[in-house]
């Protein structure tokens, strides 16, 4: 139970950070955009707003397939473990991708650090529902 609720907590933040880092990547630069400027996140048609939105709806997803995973470790246990930990991993991934985009550019904003440490709590929650359930399983308990 505890792993679910950990792994509910993950899928619930990733969605929260999904959401912003897809937002964000869809939305752009709005009236910031400068013709002038060498940042990327001044111009409209940089490469890395797409990616910004990929990979938020990316980590969403993989938010969504640890929720899962995490519950299906209960009946198939070896399968939903390493399910668990793919999902973790993919969420490790598009959260150093969207940290990288936003280190690349010049305009730092506090709620893009805010959003980093959401994503800090999301691995955290991620691998300790992956351990609790994989020992769990070893045990034979449905936890």
Not at 66 to 76: F, I, K, T, Y
């Amino acid at each position: 139970m505890v792993a679910l609720a950990l792994a509910l907590y993950s899928a619930g933040a990733s969605a929260v950070a999904g959401v912003y880092s897809t937002a964000v990547g869809l939305i752009g630069c709005l009236d910031s955009c400068s013709a002038t400027s060498s940042d990327w996140a001044e111009d409209r048609s940089a490469w890395q707003w797409n990616a910004a939105a990929v990979f938020g709806c990316m980590l969403m997803l993989f938010g969504v397939f640890l929720l899962v995973a995490v519950a299906l470790a209960g009946s198939l246990p070896r399968l939903g473990v390493l399910l668990s930990a793919v999902a973790v991993a993919g969420q490790v991934a598009c959260l150093v991708v969207f940290r990288e985009l936003a280190a690349s550019s010049d305009r730092k904003d506090h709620l893009t650090a805010t959003i980093m440490w959401i994503g800090v709590t999301v691995i955290a929650a991620g691998v300790s529902a992956v351990v609790i359930r994989r020992r769990g399983c070893a045990r034979g308990a449905t936890s």
